[in-house]
């Protein structure tokens, strides 16, 4: 689907590598990451300078209507930064750089284009979960589409199932239909299941994916996360079982819960997390992904060129 493309602005780049550049935590490991595909940390002031050169050449012709039609088109400027990005998985949360970059993007936007506000179209609202990029295409900043899509190929395309999913819904009227909620149970117990094969169920594969994202998550948003997915097999069984059982809540409680957007963005969250933290752990490491091997710098800067 169109939607799940991370076609970003030249503005998020500037923001994002502008912000690594200037993180001084991060420098080590950044220069590591930087060193398999031969650049130093110079570069990332570099790319930021390129992507603000062809951001604001482009000014001239953008409006509060167009600016999706300005964001750079090929696939690799999002797998290069998520590249990047995922080299500092082990530094800690991304919840700053992710705010950080999603504010500063908020406000050069809306200052350079007349009538531009918030919510701001796609290709100017990045985030970052799991250290994997990608950008809001929903309401309420979800959901999300990553620059990469899951490897296996079950799993991407569930993803994508649950995506379409919930755009859907964001489109129609509250309170929804308690079946087209409690699917998004169903769903992902199937995308823990396929992401971590190994476990003997989904829900010991979620309680897995769910202690890995700590490490990525700021703690508030963590203990939220937690706090959600510690019930969340129980309440699959009550919708997938309606009989009663002691050893599980009511089903006519649980629908009551289930149906309205607060429970559902919880899930998705949780998932978008899972998701985007499984790209980032896949990611070839070395050799980097072929479309990074070489020069890939040069091969973007002919998108970004702004004089011929």
């Not at 706090?227 to 009511?250: C, K, L, M, W």
Request: net charge negative; proline share 6%.
């Amino acid at each position: 689907m169109a939607e799940l493309s991370c076609n970003l602005s030249p503005l998020v780049y500037a923001e994002l590598y502008r912000r690594l550049a200037t993180t001084f935590a991060l420098e080590d490991s950044l220069t590591f990451r930087l060193q398999d595909i031969h650049y130093d940390l110079g570069w990332l002031e570099e790319a930021a300078d390129a992507y603000q050169a062809k951001w604001e050449h482009d000014l001239q012709y953008i409006d509060a209507g167009t600016v999706d039609d300005f964001a750079v088109q090929q696939s690799d400027h999002s797998l290069l930064a998520t590249w990047i990005l995922a080299g500092l998985r082990n530094t800690g949360h991304c919840y700053d750089l992710s705010s950080g970059v999603a504010a500063g993007v908020l406000e050069k936007a809306t200052t350079a284009i007349p009538g531009l506000a918030a919510p701001l179209p796609a290709s100017l609202s990045p985030v970052i979960y799991g250290w994997t990029l990608g950008r809001l295409i929903g309401t309420d900043d979800l959901p999300a589409a990553p620059a990469v899509l899951p490897e296996d190929d079950n799993v991407r395309t569930a993803f994508i199932g649950l995506v379409e999913h919930v755009l859907l819904l964001q489109g129609l009227p509250e309170p929804w239909p308690e079946m087209m909620c409690m699917a998004a149970y169903w769903r992902g117990y199937g995308i823990a299941e396929g992401m971590r094969p190994e476990e003997t169920n989904g829900g010991y594969a979620l309680r897995r994916l769910r202690d890995e994202a700590q490490p990525s998550m700021e703690q508030g948003q963590y203990t939220v996360l937690h706090r959600h997915f510690e019930r969340f097999n129980q309440y699959r069984q009550a919708v997938s079982h309606i009989a009663d059982d002691a050893g599980r809540p009511r089903f006519v409680d649980v629908v009551e819960t289930i149906r309205d957007w607060p429970d559902l963005r919880s899930t998705v969250h949780g998932l978008t997390q899972f998701v985007f933290q499984e790209v980032a752990r896949t990611l070839p490491d070395d050799p980097p992904p072929k479309a990074l091997r070489g020069d890939p710098w040069a091969r973007l800067m002919t998108e970004l060129q702004t004089e011929w």
